[in-house]
């Protein structure tokens, strides 16, 4: 049963250092998104990629946030230097698809916390 | 831009008891509409979705229907279990060149008491 991984789980760190979060998309999907996920603000889409080319990071603060994909099995959230206000739970998700048929596969998150 | 709107929550309901989770949506063109389940400490999962107007999703005795006259999604169950307990999301992509980028709805959130 194939399934999006996300690495770590939970996530405390002091404010100021640099955080990174890993994901590890279904192998074959060629579209990775990362979501950011809090009480207030729900649920917030912060970059998602194509075939590992960056297609939008609008949702990403630019100063501090950084998402990557150095090959196909791997994109990562980094966040340096982190904030409290960046305690959120973090989502990982892979798709694969065409058109109107697209569906978008969730990993488990990683909660961060900073304080 | 699009846009999903769904019924403030939280909604609370006994076991066997009717859900309808309203939805309702703005979009350009013709999207395609998901609801997606969270369960509490887990990621999102898709539940059911419909692709164009007139489908009807189903999954787990969930239903929903495409009703593009209306731009409605409405989640319905017959008999709702405390095993549907969870955030309830609607949500849309709207294809083209948005390669599966998907709006959410903010979640409702359903317990079920036995």
């Known amino acids: 049963d194939a399934r999006v991984t996300q690495t770590p789980r939970h996530k405390v760190t002091e404010m100021g250092q640099e955080v990174t979060m890993r994901c590890q998309p279904i192998?074959?999907?060629?579209?990775v998104f990362w979501y950011r996920q809090t009480m207030m603000q729900g649920l917030e889409l912060l970059a998602y990629?194509?075939?590992?080319?960056?297609?939008?990071d609008s949702g990403m603060p630019k100063d501090r946030f950084s998402a990557e994909m150095p090959d196909a099995t791997l994109a990562t959230l980094k966040i340096q230097p982190s904030e409290p206000r960046d305690s959120a739970v973090y989502f990982c998700?892979?798709?694969?698809?065409?058109?109107?048929?697209?569906?978008?596969?969730f990993g488990p998150g990683t909660r961060l916390t900073v304080t | 831009g699009n846009s999903v709107t769904q019924m403030e929550g939280p909604v609370t309901l006994s076991e066997e008891a009717f859900l309808t989770i309203n939805c309702t949506y703005t979009a350009t063109g013709y999207p395609s509409l998901f609801w997606y389940v969270q369960y509490p400490g887990e990621g999102l999962q898709l539940l059911l979705k419909?692709?164009?107007?007139?489908d009807k999703g189903s999954n787990k005795g969930f239903e929903a229907t495409y009703r593009k006259e209306t731009t409605s999604f409405h989640l319905e169950k017959g008999s709702v279990q405390v095993s549907d307990s969870a955030v309830y999301f609607c949500a849309l992509t709207a294809g083209g060149t948005s390669y599966g980028k998907l709006t959410f709805g903010q979640g409702t959130i359903l317990t079920v008491h036995p």
């Open positions: 192998l074959g999907h060629n579209t």
């Open positions: 419909a692709t164009k107007a007139d």
């Open positions: 990629f194509r075939n590992r080319a960056p297609l939008d």
């Open positions: 998700a892979s798709g694969e698809g065409q058109g109107q048929s697209y569906e978008q596969y």
